[in-house]
């Protein structure tokens, strides 16, 4: 039996303290050596783009995949599939929209869990669309937030952000004209803009004041930017969700231009969750996460889902497919 | 409007003579710039392999991955998915088990059309397993085949193909108990062996006689070997289909590597079906056709059975999954 989810069934299924929970787990198996992610397929369409991403967690006994296509223009289909290692049977089939915003957030959670101020109850947002709510969602699940500041270029879109999200999670959420206000005196900040759109730099570093814990989800393809090179600059601790941030990171490789931030300093959140690394060693201390998405993410995120799907009797058994072959 | 077809549609919806008119068609789109196929993907697991492999065809609006699994041991279970990149709709998600012989047999259909003796009427199979079945048929399908003589090792399994293909195909099967014998004087040889089992060497060139076209479809990973290295330097004109085969081809390994045959001088069937090189330039010539497969050759199959699927109202409606989103 495999389960097929569609996009309401997923975002019905994904509960955001369970999925940072899994995440963190995922993240020590990677540390252990448990796991196979190998750099993304990026292929070139007449339109867009098509990538494929696959990961490997033996400990868990799982493998899978995301392949997604389209443009920033027209919009993106993004599938999600996980099997079991041994028997190589299908688990799930999901649609990998909502789930790719859920578990960016729930990785920021872990990251924010790992390196900002145990005592922060105040978020700055910088963006208003599915990525900015759903890192929201991370960070709450992690700490005891009470006030939510956000910023967002557009009127509309930053109100209805703060409405409808204040109702969600109960709490007050106030909504700023400008970036700088906004983020003045947050102990968290989360920067997710929408980088392929090219509004371009959307946080700098010269912001920044001491101990503020900055997760920025934006800039995942070479030619993006979200935050600036000082950004990185002024961390003291700069940690990434993967090595492959080198490549697909257009905000680090900008920095890395600039003789800003050596990439070789920057430290993996596996390495901080296993204990390995140091994520912030001082109260006043400035951090970075910057978030590229890695498949391992998607396929904990996908894992979570279809275990709370399959408590519910949520989603359509497609049977046995697709079928062993024996040789 | 998505189609889920599982392993009995997707060989029910299968007809070789249409799949080989496709194919020839895809490599023309190929040979004209018009498409993207990238290396696979390949991770290990602790089982075995994990594959992924991609491609994109502009000019049909065809974008498409195939995803495998498992391992020689234990089984292998095939996902192949197709979507328009216009849209991004998905088209297809399909078992592809029976579709990897069927596309693999239908490109050695294009081969065997432009490279064998345009008379001749017998085929000699080394192989009785879904692969040499399936390349039989892509063989029947361009040459007036009246006569087929079969080898494998194991006596029970090639009479079982003899009398299950010689009814099917309306064609007497002989069947023998040695490979030379088997293929003395057959102008068109097909070598499909289960190399993964390790066998071994099942061709070999000294075994070559003049204008004989030899087809071998095993031997797809690096460690894997179905024919010797004289069964390239014996071939005046050495087709593959595609350049990874410099990497993904066991045999064409260990040619390069005992110095039997430069890879330099192989040329790709899409340039052969496109008529900038030539398969075959005399007719006491040997001739090989080297295959290792490609994502082109899964996509162009799956579409072929999808329209095939579709005319004849066949497969699950899973709606219009994935989802677009829109930024």
């Known amino acids: 039996m495999a389960l097929l989810l569609g996009a309401p069934e997923v975002e019905s299924c994904a509960v955001m303290a369970d999925i940072v929970n899994a995440m963190e787990q995922g993240l020590r198996e990677e540390a252990a050596g448990h796991t196979e992610i ?56 999901m649609d990998g929209a909502y789930l790719t915003a859920v578990r960016t957030g729930a990785t920021t959670g872990v990251a924010t869990r790992w390196m900002a101020d145990p005592s922060a109850d105040t978020v700055a947002v910088i963006g208003s ?16 937030i009470r006030r939510v500041r956000v910023f967002s270029p557009r009127k509309e879109r930053r109100e209805a952000f703060a409405n409808r999200l204040s109702q969600q ?20 900040v989360v920067v997710a803009t929408n980088t392929g759109a090219s509004q371009g730099i959307a946080f700098r570093g010269a912001w920044m004041s001491p101990g503020v814990h900055v997760n920025s989800v934006g800039s995942t393809m070479a030619a993006q930017r979200e935050v600036d090179p000082d950004t990185f600059h002024n961390a003291a601790h700069v940690v990434i ?25 920057a430290v993996e959140l596996s390495e901080v969750v296993a204990g390995r690394s140091v994520g912030r060693s001082a109260a ?44």
Do not use: W
Request: charge should be neutral.
């Open 169 to 188: 999670l109960g709490i007050s959420i106030q909504s700023f004209d400008s970036p700088e206000p906004c983020i003045a005196g947050a102990p968290i």
């Open 241 to 265: 969700d993967t090595r492959h941030a080198q490549d697909e990171s257009g905000d680090f490789l900008e920095a890395i231009r600039q003789d800003k931030y050596p990439f070789g300093r």
């Open 284 to 327: 006043g201390q400035i951090t970075l996460f910057k978030s590229v998405g890695t498949a391992l993410q998607d396929i904990v995120g996908a894992f979570a889902i279809y275990n709370e799907a399959s408590r519910r009797g949520v989603g359509r058994d497609v049977g046995d497919f697709p079928s062993l072959r024996q040789f």
């Open 38 to 93: 190998p750099p993304r397929l990026n292929i070139k369409t007449p339109e867009g783009f098509f990538r494929m991403m696959g990961a490997v967690l033996g400990q868990s006994d799982l493998l899978g995949y995301k392949v997604f296509h389209g443009s920033i223009r027209s919009g993106v289909r993004y599938t999600i599939a996980i099997h079991r290692i041994r028997g190589g049977e299908l688990l799930a089939l």
């Open 129 to 144: 669309g599915l990525e900015a709510q759903e890192n929201l969602a991370g960070v709450c699940a992690v700490r005891p």
